[in-house]
């Protein structure tokens, strides 16, 4: 359980509130709920959208096969002990 509780897209104006809504809403999508370290990062929508254009910017690069892509992921969190 995180000791900072998620962010609310209630908490921010009109603009940030619907950035956070679309991207829990494309969390769920992609993992069936939104995870912890998202919520975290939705206090600070301008960070939050630096983390997804960097998310978008490695899904999208072609340099690597996909397969190794995935390898690399699980290797990282497996060595940051991340379960995600």
């Given amino acids: 359980m995180a000791r900072i509780k998620g962010a609310e897209a209630k908490q921010h104006g ?3 509130g619907l950035f956070l809504r679309t991207v829990y809403a494309l969390s769920k999508r992609k993992l069936g709920r ?3 370290p998202l919520q975290v990062t939705g206090h ?3 960070i939050l959208w630096g983390y997804a254009q960097m998310e978008q ?3 999208g690069s072609h340099n690597l096969q996909a397969a190794l892509k ?3 992921s699980l290797r990282v969190a ?3 002990g991340c379960p995600f």
């Fill in 14 to 16: 009109f603009i940030a």
């Fill in 34 to 36: 939104v995870v912890a």
């Fill in 44 to 46: 600070h929508p301008r």
């Fill in 57 to 59: 910017s490695q899904m």
């Fill in 70 to 72: 995935d390898l690399v």
């Fill in 78 to 80: 497996t060595l940051i």
